[in-house]
């Protein structure tokens, strides 16, 4: 009886015992409050180490920070986590996020700056460093070439991380560090296997060369995509230095590793970095890159992010802490036209980048994949879908969406086709993607395609041919806003007005890997040095080295006067005064598609005044989020306590644009409600010439009042400050309704510009 009791118990601590270590277990990333640690520790890693192991004997430290977060990443079961949790000291136990980067994957249209008008002193802006977490790069890009760059500037105390896949010698003045980030990603995932990517900072994927090599590549004349966009590629800032972090592997971009790239960014001496990821959008606290933009921002480091290609649905950014500049993606003025000419003569224009063996000009037949295929899937082109039999010889018209668009030319080359027209849906409109096809290959918007498809069901014989015309430029309108861009309201705090203002994203040629084909598709053996893609993964760099600029031109101003610089002399209208594009719907953009507007460079350099904020006014900010002491500390590493007797508004973080949420009252029949009043303040510094300035306000809306008080600043110092309040008052209107305005300070030959956005909710 005792004996099969006591075996009993055995029996189920042992079950118990194997259970918990078989339960899964995942990467959390532990907020410690270093202030409290024990006396009985002599440091914080030894506190850290026996927390760890007060839960989990097994459990590793991957990684420690003390710059960006005071903590640690280990791996845990959930339970071992909860415990971990109620534990003094611990602030906040957050499962590892996982990160995408923001491009569309294969190549699509293309363009250059235009903002190579951009001139200023090479030795300036040679002192500034543009960190880049990314996939990292292929130093052997010419874009890194180094010739004329002066020493490494003297701040550097950064790294070029050698393995036998990067050579020390891939560093130079230029590239000047490069390390990577692997641990979160191999806790999770298991050792890398170098035969599909390589343990280096060595760009595997493309992604991270293209955004590095746009932010601050060196110029490169004849530069082209098989001839496509020919002439010089150059970085934004050509001649500043380039900081490669990758953290972003075959798996994703692990928050354990970002955090651990942007610990080491900071503490290297970057001036700038450049993050075209993100992740689903949730509280700032929970949010590895806000939190690490967070520490960067107090180091004086400017933060860009893409704001995501999730466009054109509302409220679908990412990245919008109000410490980071979110960008999103305009268009160039460049093309790359296609012609599909139908046996009914009518000819359709459309864009590609093929630039193989061309089709003859003789007719082809042509087939809808809907009708060559007995699947669903037949109508996308997805992988052995179509019907050779249907197929063989012809031209095939694929709807767009579902796989990547280069992979749809390789399906129907695949069955027999000989060419194929990419035709936009409904959630595509007009937004053209010019890719580097496999096969004779036309992307049309969704007016010809459906015009196509007319055709080819109302024709017992349907034909086609397909010519290209290679690179056209000034294609107008531009820029326009490209339909996957992200758009607002901000979706975490309606007060803060986001995306902060757009770029270039779409057709973007910037430097690539020599390890994958320009489509990124394993059948593709293509090298080029230069690649044209697309999505906001481009537009960020863009920002990043326009930040740079501006730097190196103000190397005293603190990352949220050089945004407030790029946002209020952005443009928001053509040079006819007509409103910028949105290419989703062909009809007028607005401040939730492009937030201040289009960014102006060289403006940027001498904007008369800033709004300008530091880490108080951002510790205040979150005091009006209501985020108690503990959560301040995961965000900002700051003992920090909200002052209970003041009155903190989130509306009131000096910001350089206006998001107004106005709640709808529900009236009753026939009442009128009382107006709402909403006030908020702001404070303008003086970095220009002496001037007084005179508010002007333009409003589509008569349900606004809008009232500047005063209306006039004089500004006779430099960084001299004013401020003044904006009263909106507001007649209720119905919920969902959005309205627009704008408020602009003009003096001497400044105009300061900021957008207003009003909602109902
Ligand atoms: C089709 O139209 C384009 C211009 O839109 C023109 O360049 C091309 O020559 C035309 N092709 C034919 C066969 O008409
Ligand atoms: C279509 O159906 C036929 C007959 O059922 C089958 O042999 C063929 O493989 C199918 N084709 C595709 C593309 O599914
Ligand atoms: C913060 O709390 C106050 C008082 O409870 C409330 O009025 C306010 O709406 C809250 N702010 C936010 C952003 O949740
Ligand atoms: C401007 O506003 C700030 C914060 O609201 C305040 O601290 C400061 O005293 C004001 N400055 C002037 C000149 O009124």
């Known amino acids: 009886m005792k004996l099969w009791y006591v075996l009993f118990v055995v029996l189920v601590i042992c079950y118990y015992g194997f259970a918990e270590r078989n339960m899964p277990k995942k990467t959390y990333i532990v907020h410690m409050d270093k202030s409290s640690m024990p006396l009985s520790y002599d440091d914080h ?28 990443s280990t791996r845990l079961t959930t339970s071992e986590a909860e415990s971990l949790e109620g534990q003094p000291g611990i602030l906040l136990v957050q499962e590892e996020r996982i990160y995408q980067l923001h491009t569309t994957r294969t190549p699509e249209f293309l363009g250059l700056d235009e903002s190579a008008a ?3 002193e090479a030795g300036a802006v040679s002192e500034v460093i543009v960190g880049v977490l990314d996939t990292g790069v292929w130093p052997e890009s010419k874009s890194f070439d180094d010739t004329g760059l002066g020493p490494v500037p003297s701040n550097w105390k950064g790294t070029c991380e050698v393995s036998k896949s990067f050579a020390a010698s891939s560093c130079n003045k230029k590239l000047i560090g490069a390390r990577f980030f692997s641990q979160g990603y191999e806790a999770a995932y298991g050792p890398i296997d170098e035969t599909l990517e390589s343990k280096s900072p060595r760009d595997d994927d493309g992604h991270g060369t293209h955004t590095s090599t746009t932010a601050a590549g060196s110029a490169v004349t004849g530069a082209s995509l098989f001839n496509y966009a020919m002439g010089t590629a150059r970085g934004m800032a050509e001649h500043a230095r380039v900081a490669a972090y990758k953290v972003c592997w075959l798996g994703g971009c692990f928050g354990s590793d970002i955090l651990a790239g942007m610990e080491m960014a900071v503490s290297d001496g970057v001036h700038v970095l450049s993050l075209s990821l993100g992740g689903s959008v949730s509280d700032y606290f929970r949010d590895t890159v806000a939190v690490g933009a967070f520490s960067a921002m107090s180091h004086g480091i400017f933060v860009s992010c ?30 790359f036209p296609a012609h599909t000419i139908l046996g009914n003569g009518k000819n ?43 197929v063989a010889g012809k031209i095939v018209v694929c709807d767009r969406g579902g796989n990547s668009r280069v992979q749809k030319g390789i399906v129907v080359r695949d069955a027999g086709g000989i060419g194929m027209i990419l035709a936009n849906t ?11 096809h496999l096969i004779p290959s036309a992307a049309v918007g969704q007016t010809a395609g459906d015009a196509i498809k007319k055709y080819v069901s109302s024709d017992p014989k349907p034909v086609a041919t397909i010519g290209f015309s290679g690179t056209h430029l000034g294609i107008q309108p531009s820029p326009v806003v490209a339909a996957f861009s992200s758009r607002g309201p901000n979706p975490v705090t309606p007060e803060i007005l986001k995306p902060d203002f757009i770029t270039p994203g779409v057709n973007i040629i910037a430097g690539w890997t020599g390890k994958v084909g320009p489509s990124g598709l394993k059948s593709d053996t293509r090298h080029v040095d230069f690649n044209i893609i697309s999505g906001t993964s481009m537009s960020c760099p863009h920002a990043s080295g326009l930040a740079a600029l501006v730097k190196s031109a103000h190397p005293e101003w603190s990352p949220a006067a050089i945004k407030s610089a790029l946002m209020t002399t952005a443009y928001n209208a053509y040079k006819n005064g007509e409103p910028l594009e949105d290419i989703a719907t062909g009809m007028a953009s607005t401040p939730f598609d492009y937030g201040a507007g289009h960014v102006a460079p060289t403006a940027a350099l001498d904007p008369g005044l800033v709004y300008d904020a530091d880490v108080q006014d951002y510790l205040e900010f979150l005091c009006a989020l209501n985020y108690s002491s503990n959560l301040i500390r995961v965000v900002t590493k700051q003992a920090f306590t909200c002052d209970s007797g003041k009155q903190y508004k989130v509306g009131d973080l000096n910001y350089p644009s206006f998001a107004v949420p106005f709640e709808t009252t529900s009236g009753k029949g026939g009442g009128s409600s009382e107006p709402a009043v909403i006030k908020y303040t702001r404070t303008l510094t003086n970095v220009g010439t002496p001037a007084t300035y005179k508010v ?23 960084n001299e400050k004013k401020n003044y309040t904006v009263t909106f008052t507001a007649t209720s209107m119905p919920s969902g309704t959005v309205s627009f305005a704008r408020i602009e300070w003009s003096g001497g030959k400044y105009v300061v510009s900021s957008p207003v956005a009003f909602s109902w909710t």
């Not at 959630?427 to 890719?435: N, P, Q, R």
């Open 306 to 335: 893409s704001a995501g290609n999730s466009g054109p649905t509302p409220e679908s950014l990412s990245n919008v802490a109000p410490w980071i500049a979110t960008i999103g993606a305009g268009t160039l003025d460049r093309d």
């Open 118 to 120: 951009v001139r200023l």
């Open 348 to 390: 359709f224009s459309g864009v590609s980048l093929y630039s193989g063996k061309p089709l003859s000009t003789s007719l082809v037949p042509l087939v809808y994949s809907a009708k060559a295929s007995n699947s669903t899937s037949g109508i996308l082109c997805m992988t052995d879908s179509l019907d050779p039999e249907k």
């Open 696 to 718: 002007s306000v333009s409003s589509e809306t008569r349900s606004v009042k809008i009232a500047v008080e005063p209306e006039l600043l004089d500004f006779s110092r430099t």
């Open 426 to 436: 409904d959630s595509f409109g007009e937004e053209l993607v010019a890719d580097a």
């Open 45 to 72: 890693l030894q506190w850290y180490d026996s927390s760890i192991k007060s839960v989990s004997d097994s459990a590793n430290m991957i990684y420690t920070y003390n710059n960006v977060i005071h903590g640690y």
